[in-house]
């Protein structure tokens, strides 16, 4: 069915919990068929809520404008909590029912597990205070999408000005820079105090559920499943081990290139050449047309999936006032398929949103079938090894999508994936002293992070408004709005590191390992996941030091001199 076409439901709490007590009766027998069968009912009614509730997301998120779906937003975002609970009185049911061997045999076991970290992630006691964290996550993305940035003689969106950003002109880009702190520092005291009110009301849930603080029920929020804080304490070590080294020499030839002095400031970080960052050929349509020929060659299933994504109009990818930020990639269930969401802005980030979100839609559409929907999608880190993957496997494209800048952008490319790896070990690593001491002041956790910037980005020079005071993180909303999801960035990455080696060396066989754990979906861990495909643990060091040590080399054979 096309998007269009799609009907939107309200959700009628009422009725949902009168359909759902019938059902949980049932569930309740000791006859595995009967359960069955109002399990099998119980989902059907969930995925009607999520469908409703994917639809106005993605509708309020294409105009934040339209006062329709901007009420129905509200309304959902007031009323989801106790959807929320519903769905977790029959999580409870289900794991506390008579046949529940037999549904772990049918379904797989690993489906519990997730259930059981979900129940002991929420209580009722919770809501009043989900509710004020939905109310203040939606006040800090209305403020970020409400920017109106006058700058030379146009009024500009965040996610316009970044073109600018990334000018080849260094007095133009530090003016770009410049003019986005600015819209920051005149809002500093609300970004401020969303997000102390945030940290406060997470650590008093973290209380009501028993903990010290935040962070274990942040972790369970997160479905961690086979990996502990502990953990990913040692895999940031050896980001800073391994990786900041790395990325912080890649900086100062950088720096070099571009004639800028190391330390960077944060203005000179985002052109890779003098001659600017590779561009995309032509207009917004052809670099779609190009993501069309990418999935067409690349693989007979690829190829299905990115035709039923565009004759159902499943993509909404050009920028447009009133239009929300970022880019995603959800699941509409009733309609068994996945949308894509992003903002086209004329950069290489738009080629990376087609192949990073497609990975998304790609996992969602080969998952589309599996029953029940819990065991379509793993956890967040490892949808992340699907999108971040993606983007490596639509290398040999890059000339469809950059013409003559095509080594260009690999080369680049692969540079961000590493260099990303201590920014997006920092956000994590920030978010656990924030939590960890919940009542330090704005201020103090603005020291933190500069304090953090001086370890896992040594190459930065803190000297600008805004950036070089210890606020760059309040532009990552991620810190806003899922706490501790950041990290999942990394460990995904690690991962498609490992991939993108193997493609160097046997591209068929890389895409039947990854397409093997694309199919597996929700029904492994995410250490699982990596093992199936025959990589290396990620919570080990070496993996992350041999892929690495394969893209340094990949990136010091590259004659950079021909791209300036
Ligand atoms: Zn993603």
């Known amino acids: 069915m096309r998007f269009s076409d799609m009907p939107y439901i309200r ?12 059902q949980l009766e049932l569930l309740q027998s000791t006859d595995f068929s009967t359960a069955d069968g109002a399990f099998v009912a119980l989902e059907k009614i969930f995925s ?12 309020h998120s294409i105009n934040t404008e339209d006062a329709f779906y901007a009420a129905e937003q509200e309304y959902l975002d007031e009323t989801m909590p106790e959807l929320e609970q519903l769905q977790q009185t029959v999580y409870g049911a289900l794991a506390a029912c008579p046949c529940q061997k037999e549904f772990e045999s049918k379904y797989g076991s690993l489906m519990f597990t997730n259930i059981s970290i979900r129940l002991r992630s929420f209580s009722a006691e919770l809501i009043p205070s989900m509710q004020e964290e939905n109310k203040l996550t939606t006040a800090y993305e209305k403020l970020i999408a409400s920017a109106q940035i006058p700058f030379e003689g146009e009024v500009l969106t965040l996610v316009q000005l970044g073109p600018y950003q990334q000018s080849t002109d260094p007095m133009m880009r530090k003016k770009a820079w410049l003019a986005a702190a600015g819209f920051y520092t005149e809002h500093r005291q609300e970004l401020d105090d969303i997000y102390d009110g945030l940290v406060k009301l997470r650590t008093k849930m973290g209380r009501q559920m028993g903990y010290e603080n935040y962070i274990p029920l942040g972790y369970d929020r997160m479905e961690r499943n086979c990996y502990t804080k502990e953990d990913v304490q040692a895999f940031r070590q050896a980001i800073v081990d391994y990786v900041v080294p790395v990325a912080d020499r890649l900086y100062r030839q950088q720096a070099e290139r571009l004639h800028r002095p190391y330390p960077l400031s944060y203005a000179d970080t985002t052109p890779r050449f003098l001659s600017g960052n590779p561009k995309p050929q032509g207009t917004a349509e052809d670099i779609l047309a190009a993501g069309k020929k990418f999935y067409h060659e690349l693989s007979p299933e690829t190829s299905a999936f990115i035709d039923g994504m565009f004759e159902n109009q499943l993509m909404d990818v050009l920028s447009r006032k009133g239009k929300a930020g970022g880019g995603y990639c959800t699941d509409i269930p009733d309609y068994h398929c996945p949308f894509i969401f992003a903002n086209f802005n004329g950069t290489q980030g738009d080629v990376e949103v087609l192949t990073h979100e497609g990975g998304h839609a790609f996992a969602g559409y080969t998952a589309r079938d599996i029953f029940p929907p819990e065991n379509q999608s793993p956890t967040m880190e490892s949808c992340e ?16 999508f950059f013409g003559p800048e095509a080594d260009k952008y690999r080369y680049s490319h692969l540079m961000g994936a590493i260099t990303f790896l201590p920014y997006g070990a920092m956000v994590d690593h920030f978010q656990h002293i924030v939590y960890e001491q919940p009542d330090l002041t704005p201020e103090k956790r603005h020291e933190k992070w500069a304090e953090l910037t001086a370890i896992y980005m040594p190459w930065i020079k803190l000297d600008m408004p805004f950036w070089g005071e210890g606020r760059a993180w309040q532009r990552q909303s991620h810190i806003y709005g899922m706490p501790f999801y950041y990290i999942d960035y990394c460990l995904a990455q690690s991962v498609a590191l490992q991939f993108w080696a193997l ?8 895409w039947q390992r990854y397409y093997g754990l694309v199919r597996l979906a929700g029904t492994k861990t995410y250490r699982e996941l ?12 070496e993996g992350l030091k041999a892929a690495c040590a394969a893209a340094t080399k990949w990136l010091d054979r590259q004659d950079v001199t021909r791209f300036q």
């Open 503 to 510: 493609m160097q060396e046997d591209r068929a066989a890389a």
């Open 385 to 400: 090894i699907h999108s971040m993957s993606m983007e490596f496997f639509a290398w040999p494209w890059a000339e469809a």
């Open 48 to 59: 009607g809520v999520q469908t409703a509730v994917s639809l106005c997301y993605i509708r």
């Open 11 to 22: 959700p009628d709490k009422d009725l949902l919990e009168e359909q759902i007590a019938e």
């Open 530 to 541: 990596v093992l199936s495909a025959g990589l290396t643990d990620p919570f080990r060091p």
